[in-house]
């Protein structure tokens, strides 16, 4: 079974019992509108970790443990496979532990943060980088699709703070005002330059982070299914998430819709953006 970051971890990082962190991959692809092979996104990124470096950003989120699950299984009906997702994010916030998904497409965050929060048994709040709002009703007439899954977990009581989008329709636009979303779009955030900024104050204190590769610009992260311009820039997005976290606790994660198009930089940007993500999470832990 292949191991993430495997090339760094001593014998004591990766044992189960003590890791902080637990990688669950979510080979997923059911949904997909338009690029594929997002299948292979959860393997590509872990082959790409074995690339990296243990230090990240002044620390080495290693040293807190990660463990590598096996691949979740994605055949049979969607709700059954999102809560297979969902037991197994559920067992690793009881087993107090950070479940990290690797995608996959984006509907796979309904099954993972269901999980969470029945884990948690409060309200949490979702960071959410992402090209699109993904607030659907629902897409294709399947409500589970990766373009309904912010819809799916609002509708369940969770918060929404959406980062970089910049494609949407009219009912993602009605729902966003239903449901309270906060958001900060593209434009805004590319033109001025904006690497910070602050939540609600009435925003969760537990959070979980959604971070879709297509919210970055397709000049640095073009593999992926639905590439749209304008995007954030690879230090931007990952300022803007870190920031958001401020004064909160990050309780999960999940690395969504890299589609390998045979280029490792992009396997490898995503394994980092992954292990970034993770060292910000162990950070807010304090």
Known sequence: MSVFLE??????????????????PMPLERTVS??????????AIIEASNE?????????PCASGIFTEAPVDCDGPLPDVMERLAKRTEAAVKAGKIPVTLGGEHSLSYG????????LGKRIGIIQIDAH?????????????????????????VRLAQFGVRALCQQEMDSREEHGVFFVDA?????????????????????????DVD??????????????????????????VEHALKGRKCVGLDVVELAPDGNAAWDFTTAQ???RLMAAAAASQS
Do not use: W
Not at 34 to 43: L, V
Not at 52 to 60: A, W
């Open 34 to 43: 338009y690029g594929s092979g997002t299948a292979k996104g959860p393997e």
């Open 133 to 157: 709002a993904d607030l659907r009703i629902a897409y294709q007439g399947e409500k589970h699709s990766h373009a309904s899954v912010m819809n799916l977990l609002a509708d369940s009581g």
């Open 215 to 240: 919210g970055l610009d397709p000049s640095q992260m073009p593999a992926t299914g639905t590439p749209v311009p304008g995007g954030l820039g690879y230090y931007q997005a990952l300022h803007l």
């Open 273 to 275: 953006i992954t292990y």
């Open 112 to 119: 993972a943060v269901s999980g969470v929060a029945r884990a």
């Open 52 to 60: 990296l470096e243990r230090g990240c950003n002044g620390g080495e």
């Open 7 to 24: 090339s760094e971890l001593s014998e004591t990082e990766r044992t189960e019992a003590t890791a902080l962190f637990t990688i669950i």
């Open 187 to 211: 434009e805004e955030l590319v033109t001025k330059g904006l690497h910070a900024v602050d939540l609600p104050e009435n925003f969760p204190e537990h959070v979980y982070i959604s971070f």
